[in-house]
C-alpha cells in the first residue's frame, strides 16, 4: 500500500487491487477565503494523470474543502466507481451524479465491504452535527499489505470503532481549526488569545484522544489548516505560532505528537509513504527536506509568494459579486420564514433574534416570533456584518449550508453575547427543505417530549408499515427510515431492522412493529 498526500484531506491510496482518491481539492473555496496548504498547484503531471484516473473515489462530505466541484466536474475520470457514505440524506449522491458521475456505490455505516480480492473498505458516518443535518465520515482501507484510517474532517463518538477492522498502520486526520470561532468575533486582544489558546487546546486534546483510541503505528496530521492570502484575511494564518489563530499547521501537531511518545509524519502535497514488505514505512518527499521543513520553518514568506501567484485570480473572482438589489429582505423573508414554521422546536431553542448586517441593511430573523424582517434595534444574541456585495451572492446562490460556505470564510464580524450558539448554527446549515425536515426531527427527538404528539403511530416507508418512532432514540422513521433490501435502516444513528420479523439487527432487545401492505 501507498499512500500520497494530494493536499489538505485529499490522498490517492495505491492497493493491490486499485487505486482511492479520497476528497481531492485543487480550486480554492469558500468565496475564495480557503487556498490548500501547502499549495498543491504544482504537482507534477505523472501524479495529476493518476489522480484523475482512479478506481474509486471516495468523497467524504460536501463541504466545499472535501467536495471540489469545479475540479471533479472537469478533471476527474466520470467512470470511476464513487463510494458514498450512507448519509441520512442524498445529496452528496445527487451532486456527484450531477457532475457525471454514474457508477455510484452506497455504503453501509461501518460496514466492511469487499472491493477486490484483497482490498476492502469501510465507511462510517457521523450523525450529524449538533442537530443540524450535515455530516461527515471516514473511511478505513485495507489491502492485506497495510491499513489506513482516513479520519479527515469526521467526529465520531467512539474514536476505537475506526480500529475495530484490525490493527492501523497510518492514521490521517484533522487537528487544527476549521470554523470562524473566535477570530472573527468583536474582542479585545487578550480576550481574543485566550479564547483562540481555549479553542486550540480542546481541538487538540480531542485530536490527541483520537490519535490514542485509534492507535495506529504513524499518525499523519492532514484536512487543515488552509491558507489564506487575500490581503483582508492574511491575519488568519498562524506564522509565527504566536498570533490569534486557531488554525495551527501540521509542524505544531507533529510537536506535540513527538511530546506525547506517537509517531507523526509531516506530509506535504506529492509526499509517499509506502508501507513495504518489512513493515517499515517508507516516506518520499517530492522536495528535498529542507525546503519541506522551510516552508514551516519561514512560512510568511512562502505564503507571500503562493499569494503573490494567486492575487489576480482573487481579484478576479470578487469583482464576480453581485450588485446591490432592491428586494434582498423579501428574498431572504420568501426563503427562510417557511423553514421556520416547518421547524418550531429549532426556532423555540434558539429563542432569541439573531441580526444579520448586509452592508447597510439590518436584518433581524425573529426566532421567537417566526419572522425575517427589518432589525429596529431590540436585543438580540447574535450579529454577523457581511458586504453587501458578498451578501447577495451568497443569497444569489441559493445555498442550503451557510456554516460551510459563508461563516467559515470568515468574510465577516461578528458580536456575540457568549450563549450558546449550537442551534443557531444547526438553523444555518438547514436552509433547504430537505435539510429543515430532517434538523427539525432531530431537534423533537433530542429536545422535545419523548415519544410525543406527532410522533404517535405508524408510517409507511415503501410497502411497509412500520412504528413511527425507533426504539434505539427515538428518531422519527418517517424522516430517518431507508429501505435497504430487506432492513429497513434508521439514518440518523445507523441502526438496522429486519422487514419481515421486526427484529433489530443491533439489539434483540429492540424490535419494531412492521407489517406488509402489498402481497409478496
Given amino acids: 500500500m501507498r499512500a500520497t498526500s494530494i493536499g489538505h484531506a485529499g490522498i490517492l491510496v495505491d492497493t493491490v487491487d486499485g487505486s482511492i482518491v479520497c476528497d481531492p481539492w485543487f480550486v480554492p473555496q469558500f468565496f475564495g477565503s480557503w487556498f490548500v496548504f501547502p499549495r498543491n498547484d504544482q504537482l507534477r ?9 482512479p478506481t474509486y473515489l471516495y468523497v467524504s462530505h460536501i463541504h466545499g474543502a472535501h467536495l471540489d466541484e469545479v475540479w471533479l466536474s472537469t478533471m476527474i475520470n466520470k467512470d470511476t466507481t464513487v463510494l458514498v457514505p450512507g448519509h441520512p440524506t442524498r445529496e452528496l449522491e445527487r451532486t456527484l451524479r450531477g457532475l457525471g458521475f454514474h457508477n455510484i456505490v452506497r455504503t453501509v455505516d461501518g460496514e ?31 489491502d492485506g499489505t497495510g491499513r489506513l484510517v482516513n479520519q479527515n474532517d469526521f467526529l465520531p463518538a ?16 484533522q487537528y487544527s481549526g476549521a470554523g470562524w470561532f473566535p477570530m472573527a468575533l468583536e474582542e479585545t486582544p487578550q480576550r481574543m488569545r485566550e479564547l ?3 479553542h486550540v487546546a480542546a481541538r487538540s486534546t480531542r485530536a490527541m484522544l483520537e490519535v490514542e483510541s485509534v492507535g495506529a503505528r504513524a499518525v499523519v496530521p492532514s484536512s487543515g489548516p488552509p491558507a489564506f492570502l487575500d490581503p483582508d484575511l492574511f491575519r ?12 495551527i499547521d501540521q509542524a505544531d501537531f507533529i510537536a506535540q505528537l513527538a511530546e506525547a511518545g506517537h509517531n507523526g509524519i509531516l506530509a506535504v502535497p506529492g509526499s509517499e509513504i509506502d508501507l513495504t514488505g518489512d513493515g517499515a514505512l517508507l516516506v518520499t518527499h517530492p522536495l528535498p527536506i529542507t525546503d519541506v521543513e522551510a516552508i514551516f520553518a519561514d512560512k510568511e514568506a512562502y505564503l ?29 423573508k420568501a426563503w427562510w420564514e417557511p423553514l421556520m414554521a416547518m421547524a418550531p422546536t429549532l426556532c423555540d431553542a434558539i429563542g432569541e433574534v439573531v441580526v444579520v448586517e448586509a452592508g447597510e441593511l439590518p436584518i433581524a430573523i425573529d426566532f421567537p416570533r417566526r419572522e425575517v424582517r427589518v432589525w429596529i434595534g431590540e436585543p438580540h444574541g447574535l450579529r454577523f456584518h457581511v458586504g453587501r456585495d458578498l451578501f447577495e451572492t451568497v443569497v444569489a446562490e441559493g445555498a442550503a449550508d451557510w456554516v460551510n460556505g459563508l461563516l467559515v470564510s470568515c468574510r465577516f464580524q461578528a458580536w456575540s453575547d457568549g450563549g450558546n450558539k449550537a442551534h443557531i448554527d444547526a438553523f444555518f446549515s438547514s436552509l433547504s427543505v430537505e435539510r429543515m425536515h430532517i434538523t427539525e426531527a432531530r431537534a423533537v427527538s433530542e429536545l422535545g417530549p419523548a415519544g410525543g404528539g406527532a410522533h404517535d403511530g405508524d408510517v409507511l416507508i415503501g410497502d411497509w408499515l412500520v412504528q413511527r418512532i425507533c426504539p434505539h432514540r427515538l428518531a422519527d422513521l418517517g424522516v430517518f427510515g431507508e429501505i435497504d433490501g430487506d432492513e429497513l435502516v434508521c439514518t440518523m444513528h445507523g441502526w438496522r431492522f429486519d422487514l419481515p420479523s ?16 402489498v402481497p409478496d
Fill in 45 to 53: 503531471p505523472e501524479l495529476i494523470e493518476r489522480i484523475c484516473n
Fill in 112 to 142: 466492511e465491504m469487499a472491493l477486490g480480492p484483497h482490498l476492502s473498505v469501510a465507511i462510517h458516518c457521523e450523525a450529524g452535527h449538533g442537530l443540524g443535518p450535515v455530516a461527515g465520515s471516514a473511511i478505513v482501507i485495507s
Fill in 158 to 173: 467512539d474514536p476505537s470503532t475506526l480500529r475495530s477492522h484490525g490493527p492501523v498502520d497510518l492514521h490521517w486526520l
Fill in 196 to 198: 483562540v489558546a481555549a
Fill in 236 to 247: 488568519l494564518n498562524s506564522l509565527a505560532g504566536h498570533e490569534p489563530s486557531t488554525f
Fill in 304 to 332: 507571500r509568494l503562493y499569494q503573490a501567484d494567486w492575487l489576480p485570480w482573487l481579484n478576479q473572482m470578487k469583482a464576480g459579486w453581485s450588485s446591490t438589489t432592491t428586494n434582498l429582505l423579501a428574498t431572504i
Fill in 502 to 517: 421486526g427484529r433489530c439487527l443491533n439489539a434483540d432487545c429492540r424490535p419494531l412493529r412492521v407489517r406488509r401492505t
